[in-house]
């Protein structure tokens, strides 16, 4: 047989073995592949049975993964693992017959077996299953890995993710805790009168957000079409049709690179609420992320890789973005000429471009010198115009516009605008963005004509806000990935 470079037996080899055995079962006439179970629970109600009946005998039906074997002669110990946890099996030979007995002991870590039994306390202390019958339900062929270690198997955690569910309960738990998460969020928003909708994932026209598409077509109908950069456009027309506070927990897709805090498919959460601005947007987010970290933690501070404690308590620090220019980079900073400002944000290591405008090195300072900063929850308020074409301006200044950014943890989690409503403003905007010029490869950005005519039907004055329900996940959980709250991230197809 033959072994690997640490003496190890070859995947190879331990997939030939069990190859063999289920030749064997087959043989002997057992089914390796079994059917449907009834009456199973799971091992945390097993165990929540067996302590309402005062530890006396309670007789249940468990299905689950074996997770480890431990032989003892005429018995055995195995841990079987489901989705509610672990609970140890007691197999005795005079328990379940000699034949049986001689059976299970050929079972491989990995398979997947029902067992009934009744529950008792080991001399241990530990409440497991004595089993008297059981079956095989499904034969692993492959053998599990024993451990996680490097950077090769980090990759192989997020190519193979079930593997790393199998593997490891603090996976499986910060993916229930973004079930859990969601959950929360849909009772909050619900809980205030707005109703869940949804818009295209596949559109005629990619807007709503200055990114690049991933594009397809539509053979029946002879055009192009492109996966979703954001919704919004689509949700605007809804209200223009009376919807008035209406929300969608989407997918989005933008064909650009990877991160650790970037997907190509990302979850977000967008939502309107006619007659608002962007400080009821403010107020409503700042809510949203305390409830659900209350409801879901139990706490409103949580704490980051390196111990930095994050506090989620309101109110939340609102700053405008030029206040944060002006502490980073001086105070003087807005009657600098455009060389002086080169020169002052090279001294700060940053890479800023000959030819850059001053709005874009300003930009630039903000992004690589102020954002990461920003750790504990920030608004961001009163962008510059160019940034936000789809925001109202500041009534008191038309250099900026009514928005903010929820920067949390040096990372964007929320951005929220007074939206705008006024169809001639928004087509000028637009126009100013050479919406309707190709880029470098060809690719041109159409105007959405419907979404414009929309707007002349009458839109209502509104707020509005997008949250990145995975950047909220990696937050909550303390996740230092994004692949890490992602169940399939997209990841390099191997050769």
Known sequence: MSQDQDGQTSVGDLRAQRLEKLGALRAAGVAPYGSRVDGVVSSAAARALYAQAGESETTVTLAGRIMAKRL?????????????????????????????????????IGDILTVTGAM???????????????RLLSKSLRPLPEKWHGLTDVEQRYRQRYLDLICNESVRQAFRLRVAIVRSM???????GFIEVETPMMQPLAGGAAARPFKTFHNALDCPMYLRIAPELYLKRLL????????????????????RRHNPEFTMLELYQAYSDCRGMMDLVEGLVSTVAQEVLGTLVVKRADGTEINLTPPWRRVAYADLIRERVGADWYTLAVAQQRERARGLGLTVMEGWSAAEI??????????????QPTFVTRLPAFLVPLAKRCEDDPGVVDVYELEINGQEI?????????????RARFDSQAVDQADAEGEVNRIDEDFLMALEYGMPPAGGLGLGVDRLVMLLTGADSIRDVILFPLMRPTE
């Not at 849909?186 to 205030?192: P, Q, T, V």
């Not at 969608?248 to 064909?255: A, V």
């Not at 300072?365 to 900063?373: D, N, Q, R």
């Open 186 to 192: 849909r009772r909050y928003l619900d809980s205030l």
């Open 362 to 375: 300003t930009h630039e300072v903000y992004e690589k010198a102020i954002e990461a900063t920003l750790i």
């Open 72 to 108: 003892m002669g005429k018995s055995m110990f195995m841990d079987v693992v489901d989705e509610a946890g672990r609970l140890q099996l007691y197999v005795q030979r005079d328990g379940v017959g000699e034949g049986p007995y001689e059976l299970i002991k050929t079972f491989d």
């Open 240 to 259: 223009v049709g009376g919807f008035e506070r209406i929300y969608e927990i989407n997918r989005n897709f933008r064909n650009e690179g990877l991160s």
């Open 120 to 134: 008792f306390t080991t001399r241990m202390g530990e409440p497991s299953l004595r089993a008297t019958a059981f």
């Open 414 to 426: 929320s951005p929220g605008y007074s939206e705008l409503n006024d169809p001639v403003e928004q």
